[in-house]
Nanobody
Framework: QVQLVVSGGGLVQPGGPLRLSCAAS????????MRWYRQALGNEREFVAR???????NYADSVKGRFTISRDSAKNTVYLQMNSLKPEDTADYYC?????????WGQGTQVTVSS
């Protein structure tokens, strides 16, 4: 059983930073991939960023250069550092992990970018 606990959401002004955390119940190196997704009200869930078991990372074009995905293996935690936030980044953010072809999801955390 895999559990992913997401934290760090909140209200932030445009241009500000926010960091999300996804704490896993097992070593993050056991996962083939860990990803962040987001879902804005009325929209479908969309890919934001991913990090593999190596050092390769990928980002959606809409967040490239502003968001950074990273991990702390000692804490079994993956982070999403979000800088230069825009109102269109407002959404519920979800952590996802792939293990043995199965997908696991953390609970969403709300991010609101507004003045």
């Amino acid at each position: 059983q895999v559990q992913l606990v997401v934290s760090g959401g909140g209200l932030v002004q445009p241009g500000g930073p926010l960091r999300l955390s996804c704490a896993a119940s097992r070593s993050i190196f056991s996962f083939f991939m860990m990803r962040w997704y987001r879902q804005a009200l009325g929209n479908e869930r969309e890919f934001v960023a991913r990090i593999g078991s190596g050092v390769i990372t990928n980002y959606a074009d809409s967040v490239k250069g502003r968001f950074t995905i990273s991990r702390d293996s000692a804490k079994n935690t993956v982070y999403l550092q979000m800088n230069s936030l825009k109102p269109e980044d407002t959404a519920d953010y979800y952590c996802n992990a792939i293990l043995a072809a199965a997908n696991y999801w953390g609970q969403g955390t709300q991010v609101t970018v507004s003045s």
